[in-house]
C-alpha cells in the first residue's frame, strides 16, 4: 500500500514510514503542490496512491464518488510530524484491511 501525503503534512514524515509503506510519496515531491482537491483525487486514483490528509474535502469527495482512492483522514488535529508516522504505523494492519474491505472508503484516525 502506498500512501499519498497532502501538503498540509510534513513531507519528512515519509523518512519514518517508507520502510512499512514502500511507494509512498508527498505531492510536493510529485509537483503537486497547491493543485485543487480534484486534480489531487485523480492522481491518486490514477496512481493507486491511499490519500493521507488531514482536510475534510477529500472526506466529501469520497462521499461523492467512493474509491478508488481510498482515504486515510487524519483527525488528530495540528500535531507534530512523528505523531503522525507513529499512528500511521501504529494502525498499519487495520490500515491495510481498510484498503482490502471493498465497501469502506474512508479511515478516520485520531
Not at 21 to 35: M, Y
Not at 83 to 90: C, F, H, R, V, W
Amino acid at each position: 500500500m502506498k500512501l499519498l501525503l497532502d501538503e498540509n503534512l510534513s513531507y519528512r514524515i515519509l523518512a519514518e514510514i517508507q520502510a512499512a509503506f514502500p511507494g509512498s510519496a508527498h505531492v510536493g515531491h510529485l509537483g503537486l503542490q497547491s493543485v485543487d482537491d480534484h486534480a489531487l483525487w485523480r492522481h491518486a486514483r490514477d496512481h493507486g496512491f491511499v490519500l493521507v490528509t488531514q482536510d475534510s474535502d477529500f472526506h466529501e469527495l469520497a462521499t461523492l464518488y467512493g474509491a478508488p482512492p481510498k482515504v486515510i483522514w487524519l483527525k488528530c488535529g495540528n500535531r507534530p510530524r512523528w505523531y503522525i508516522a507513529i499512528l500511521l504505523l501504529k494502525h498499519r494492519e487495520e490500515l491495510v484491511a481498510f484498503v482490502d474491505d471493498t465497501e469502506t472508503v474512508v479511515a478516520e484516525l485520531s
